[in-house]
Nanobody
Framework: QVHLVESGGGLVQAGESLRLSCAVSGSSISTNVMGWYRQAPGKSRELVARIFIGDSTYYADSVKGRFTISRDNAKNTVYLQMNSLKPEDTAIYFC????????????WGQGTQVTVSS
């Protein structure tokens, strides 16, 4: 069974940065398309960043130019560097492997809360 542990969230002011981590156990991230999702209060979960097996990346327009997804296959960990944070980035952030068409492969972890104050 795959286990996902997200960490690194917190309360920051607008314009500041955070780096999220997602430690994966039970499967290798090197053979999976990995992604970061977020869910804001009262909204559905959305995919904000993807990293493909060849390490190419794709971002939602709302985070493009501010967020960077990366992976460390040796540590089996996926990261999300978030810069120039905005109040609208406030959400619980989750990682997962992605199946077509953008479906999560594994059961969700607990997520990590990111709160951005104005």
């Amino acid at each position: 069974q795959v286990h996902l542990v997200e960490s690194g969230g917190g309360l920051v002011q607008a314009g500041e940065s955070l780096r999220l981590s997602c430690a994966v156990s039970g499967s290798s991230i090197s053979t999976n398309v990995m992604g970061w999702y977020r869910q804001a209060p009262g909204k559905s979960r959305e995919l904000v960043a993807r990293i493909f097996i060849g390490d190419s990346t794709y971002y939602a327009d709302s985070v493009k130019g501010r967020f960077t997804i990366s992976r460390d296959n040796a540590k089996n960990t996926v990261y999300l560097q978030m810069n120039s944070l905005k109040p609208e980035d406030t959400a619980i952030y989750f990682c997962n492997s992605i199946l077509p068409p953008l479906r999560p492969r594994w059961s969700w972890g607990q997520g990590t809360q990111v709160t951005v104050s104005s």
